[in-house]
């Protein structure tokens, strides 16, 4: 159930702190004016979603991206699903839509894997998605859907927050209409058009559903501050290794990684995390601590140790357990000068 319920003039106000911040958002511009350009190309629409995922979503794709032809494919598969989606507005989302979008979802989520990484491209999915039917499918991260209380099994979170969405979309529209009067139509027209690019100083009018990601991007990252600035006092620093343990355990199970790879998905999937709180240049990763080894006793594959140095200075030591989670070593933390 959607928390809060902006109006027109609150939903344009925070659209135009976003498109401050984001300097107009021209990498979105691009993708998307070139989809729509070569839409009738699979070839070059599947350019179109790298161009946005490698923007959008760089941290995800920082060490590899996915397999263009398998996007292509999904593309091709899918089209007449994506041609219908498109001529859609995101109120409209229904009962009806939940098998076509579970189908679109299934086979964007395959094509998304990054080649020879076992990880799951939910974040990617959902943007993709959005990209290929702009004014229909809102996109949403780890954050935002968690926000939202979407953070289950997918595409079951994914339908969940597009009703959310519909819901969301149709009170906007409401409260222009109660005040201005005429219909749902006359009203997102306005709204998405003279009415956004005047009150945020864009020059691109964009779908109602693109302003609501930009509305749940703003209200994402004023939680997560609040958030962290009402904790930092009470809360343990350990709190930010047990989330990097929690980002490696998900995006890097035995797989290499760089402290800054660490990071940046850390901020993907948890939001702003206060500089002064953990020291990501200190962090040293992939030392080997041993290897695992099938039930014939065969060497399977390197079991990646981890290491966290505090403000304070000590040295925490955590190993992969063997439920793909993470042991602390040390009982006590060790100093390092």
Same mark, same amino acid.
């Given at each position: 159930m959607?928390?809060?319920h902006p ?6 106000d925070? &659209?135009?702190k ?7 958002? #021209?990498?979105?511009e ?25 923007t ?7 060490? @590899?991206? %996915? *397999?263009?032809?398998?996007v292509i494919? +999904?593309?091709?598969? &899918?089209?007449?699903s994506l041609?219908?989606f498109?001529?859609?507005q995101?109120?409209?989302? @229904? ?13 964007? %989520?395959?094509?998304?894997?990054p ?7 939910y974040?990617? $999915?959902?943007?993709a ?12 991260? $780890? ?5 939202y209380g979407c ?7 994914f339908?969940q927050?597009?009703h959310?969405?519909?819901e969301?979309? &149709?009170h906007v529209l !409401? #409260?222009f209409?109660?005040?201005? @009067? @005429?219909d749902?139509?006359?009203a997102?027209?306005?709204? &998405? ?6 009150? #945020?100083?864009s020059?691109y009018?964009? $779908?109602l ?6 509305? *749940? ?8 501050v609040t958030?962290?600035?009402r904790k ?11 989330? +990097? ?5 998900r ?13 940046r998905s ?15 240049a !200190?962090?040293t ?5 041993g ?12 079991r990646?140790?981890i ?20 042991a602390r070593v *040390? ?7």
């Amino acid at each position: 159930m959607v928390s809060h319920h902006p109006n027109y003039q609150e939903l344009l106000d925070v &659209c135009a702190k976003y498109v401050q911040q984001e300097q107009g958002d #021209t990498n979105y511009e691009v993708a998307s004016t070139w989809v729509k350009l070569y839409w009738d190309d699979a070839t070059r629409v599947a350019g179109g979603v790298r161009i946005l995922e490698e923007t959008w979503n760089r941290a995800f794709y920082s060490r @590899g991206i %996915f *397999n263009i032809q398998k996007v292509i494919k +999904a593309i091709e598969r &899918c089209r007449n699903s994506l041609n219908l989606f498109r001529l859609r507005q995101v109120e409209t989302f @229904g009962s009806v839509d939940e098998e076509p979008t579970r189908e679109l979802w299934t086979s964007f %989520f395959e094509a998304l894997k990054p080649k020879e990484r076992n990880v799951r491209p939910y974040v990617a $999915t959902s943007k993709a998605l959005h990209l290929l039917a702009p004014s229909f499918f809102v996109p949403f991260d $780890t954050a935002i859907a968690k926000n939202y209380g979407c953070n289950i099994d997918q595409p079951r979170g994914f339908i969940q927050f597009q009703h959310y969405m519909a819901e969301l979309a &149709c009170h906007v529209l !409401d #409260t222009f209409v109660a005040k201005h @009067g @005429g219909d749902h139509e006359m009203a997102r027209v306005m709204i &998405c058009g003279s009415l956004y690019m005047e009150r #945020t100083g864009s020059h691109y009018m964009k $779908t109602l559903a693109k302003l609501l990601d930009e509305y *749940n991007w703003i209200r994402r990252l004023d939680k997560t501050v609040t958030n962290q600035v009402r904790k930092s006092n009470a809360k343990s620093k350990l709190s930010i290794p047990l989330l +990097a343990l929690e980002t490696a355990r998900r995006h890097f199970t035995n797989q290499p990684f760089s402290g800054q790879s660490l990071y940046r998905s850390m901020v993907e999937d948890h939001g702003y995390i206060k500089p002064g709180s953990f020291l990501p240049a !200190d962090w040293t990763v992939n030392q080997i601590s041993g290897y695992e080894f099938d039930q014939a006793g065969n060497r399977w594959h390197k079991r990646y140790r981890i290491f966290f140095k505090r403000e304070d200075g000590m040295l925490e030591i955590y190993n992969p357990s063997v439920h793909s989670g993470w042991a602390r070593v *040390n009982d006590r933390c060790q100093r390092i000068d």
